[in-house]
Nanobody, 115 residues
Framework: QVQLVESGGGLVQPGGSLRLSCAAS????????MGWYRQAPGKQRDMVAR???????NYEDSVKGRFTISRDNAKNTVYLQMNSLKPEDTAVYYC?????????WGKGTLVTVSS
């Protein structure tokens, strides 16, 4: 059973930084594409960043240059470093992976950017 557990959310002022973590279990982590998605109130869940097992990354346009996704295969953990945060980054952030045709999601961590 794949389990994903996010941490690191919180309240931050505009221009600030946060680092989210997602600890994974139940999958061959080093070969698995991992992703971060976010869902703001009243909006759909959208992809923020993804990283393949080989380390290739891609980002949603609005976070390019501000967010960095990375992974530590020894710790089965994927990170999302978020810098220069804006109020429009406020959302619940979810960790995602896929295995054998199924999607797996964490429970999410809330990021609030406000002064």
């Amino acid at each position: 059973q794949v389990q994903l557990v996010e941490s690191g959310g919180g309240l931050v002022q505009p221009g600030g930084s946060l680092r989210l973590s997602c600890a994974a279990s139940g999958t061959i982590f080093s070969f698995t594409t991992m992703g971060w998605y976010r869902q703001a109130p009243g909006k759909q869940r959208d992809m923020v960043a993804r990283i393949t097992g080989g380390g290739s990354t891609n980002y949603e346009d609005s976070v390019k240059g501000r967010f960095t996704i990375s992974r530590d295969n020894a710790k089965n953990t994927v990170y999302l470093q978020m810098n220069s945060l804006k109020p429009e980054d406020t959302a619940v952030y979810y960790c995602h992976t896929g295995l054998s045709g199924r999607d797996y999601w964490g429970k999410g961590t809330l990021v609030t950017v406000s002064s």
